[in-house]
């Protein structure tokens, strides 16, 4: 021993710290619907949940000492005879031997799994002497500070098993599909054969079988011989056929799609790659995110969510290029009940050549490729590349809010002709010596109007005047603080300069992208009494060590005041057929949302020119479903979006979600 220590320096040795640093192995991260029951994910890099030792079978722990260790429970750390045996072998050409104890190849992994960059985790497992010596002291350190229960829980937790598995109660659910307490003696000792070489010692592959079922009966007989088992529960342990087949955990956000949920799965993970309280990166934090063990209980709705999916598939096939997309957004919290389309979250198969579009030669000659029936695209909730969708007249209500926190009143009234000459320089409009001149969608929407009026027949020559003489950037102001994002580089630059947001003439009507997020969001602003709660995916996020943390639970701001928001409020259920309480409606674009839902509604219709996006808002006080039907693909398709598609797939979610509850009126304002 002298001889090994002189030879790996011993300068080298004295200068090793005295305490391994203590770091817990990656653990996989389960992710849950709002019930707190149903996974909805399994995030992680290794497959991993440590258990404690209690609930690990004896057969397991016979297991692994009978096949690494068989003086665990009797040396200090080091089995000096072992090393000293494999020292005078190995340098006498009698072949490899090892002689690690389970404590020191416990060090091994431990200081892997510590290290900082990647020269660590080489010097941590290349075969050297020095590796050697090192992995000796840490070891007696080790047996000093931990029991060898501890000791042998924490190897069982770390082990690789191969197939994906890493720690006891993986491999116990990837090989047998069964908790670790149940392992039985051909099971135990077939895991712990394969701890040494997991892919060599693999028993579903075809040059692993026999090689895995050799080294479990070699552990069976060191079993037997080291007085774990009887002689006949050897012979029985041995007749017992190991498994060939092993099943993968799936993990991420694809393996969801079967369930609808993949976008808001996908939604729950780009949430997380973009809070700073998980890293300083998004590498950090997906990092994070797959290892740290967290449970995380989500606001999706089962309920809500299978209901939204229902009511898009009975009206849009999936195969449609056109996507019909809903977002469920609580009033007050933010809770991001349901996210759905008539799309598959499912990663794009290059081969299919419906997928290629090749059917639509308009499409193809453009360079597009489509989004359906696959995609793991953010199309309900944005982002840089998917910045969202013009909306149209659900904008209006931006428009309503500024002008009552400027003084304007609820029955305030505005001739509205067919066509409005504004004061917007526009050089595209025709006839209009380069002014913005806007019109009405029927001759009927002329007249002397008030905002119930105006907002419940969706009046565009009440609402360009109306903006401009408050100011076109406090609208754009409302719209912020409100949630819309502005993905899009031009809507971003108009919007963030109150120069050019003052010349944005059409921005009331709903001209800016914006998703069905962002507006069920804006609208239950209004149900919340003006609180804008920022969407979220969370409800409660617990660590590996049982403690909940703050990130993810409602952000809200005052967005407006509460007056304000009772009086749009107001206005906003003379759209969708509901009576106001202070004023006369007159008037409705979707006058059967209160019938149908059968609770007090509010909401908004919007259309854009030559209806490329169709959309309806409906809220009560209990939710806010929005509706797109737009083509995420291709801004300048030709084809029409039917209110008679998208309006019935969000009031009849909306019904699902409201029925059985309470009556609850709005506040009077």
Known sequence: ??????????????????????????QVTRVYASDGKTPIALMYDEFRSDVPLAKVSQNMRDAIVAAEDHQFFEHRGVDLKGVARAFVNNNQGGGKQGASTLTMQYVRMALAYSATDPQQVVDATKDTVQRKVSEMKYAVQVEKELTKQEILERYLNMAPFGNGAYGI???????????????SVAESALLAGMVKAPTAFDPTTATGYPQAVDRRDYIIDNMRELGQITAAEATAAKKVKAP??????????????????????????????????????????????????????????????SDARKEITDRQSDDDRNALMLAAVEPGTGAVRALAANRKYKIDDADDPQNELSSNPDLAAEGIRGTYPNTTNPIITGSADIPGYQAGSVFKMFTM?????????????????????????????????????????????SGNFTMWTAFGKSVNTYFVPLQEEIGAEKVVAVAKRFGVQFRDGDDATRANDPAQAHEWGAFTL????????????????????????APTPIESITTADGTEIDAGRPSCVQA??????????????????????????????????????????????GTTDNDKTAALVVGTRSL??????????WAGHTDRMSHSIVNPAVYE?????????????????
Not at 517 to 531: Q, S
Not at 573 to 587: E, K, S
Not at 624 to 633: E, F, K, M, S, W
């Open 1 to 26: 021993m002298a001889g090994l220590a002189a030879k790996a320096g011993s300068e080298e040795l004295q200068e090793l710290p005295t305490e391994l640093i203590e770091q817990s192995s990656p």
């Open 169 to 183: 109660s993986a491999a116990s659910q990837v090989y047998f599909g069964k908790s670790p307490a149940n392992l």
């Open 244 to 305: 060939k087949t092993a099943t993968r955990p799936s993990r991420g956000c694809v393996s969801v799609a079967k369930n609808h949920w993949g976008f808001f799965c996908d939604y729950f993970y780009r949430w997380w790659l973009d809070q700073s309280a998980f890293g300083e990166t998004s590498y950090d934090r997906e990092r994070l995110l797959k290892n740290g063990g967290y449970r995380i209980v989500t606001t999706l709705d089962l309920d809500a969510q």
């Open 401 to 445: 809010v500024a002008a009552l926190e400027n003084g304007k009143e609820l029955d305030t009234t505005i001739h509205s002709p067919q066509r409005y000459k504004s004061g917007y320089r526009d050089s595209s409009s025709a006839g209009c010596d380069g002014y913005y001149c806007p019109s009405n969608a029927s001759a009927s929407e």
């Open 510 to 533: 709903g001209v800016s992208a914006s998703t069905p997020l962002d507006i069920a969001g804006a609208y239950a602003t209004l149900a919340a009494d003006g609180k804008y709660c």
């Open 560 to 605: 407006t005041t509460k007056e304000v928001a009772r009086k749009a409020l107001d206005a906003a259920r003379c759209p969708v057929g509901d009576d106001a309480q202070l004023g006369d409606c007159a008037g409705a674009t979707a006058p059967h949302v209160r019938g149908v839902v059968g609770h007090p509604v509010f909401g908004k219709t």
């Open 624 to 633: 806010v479903v929005a509706g797109y039907l737009a083509n995420p693909d």
């Open 653 to 669: 979610t909306l019904a699902d979600y409201m029925e059985g509850k309470p009556e609850e009126e709005f506040p009077t304002p």
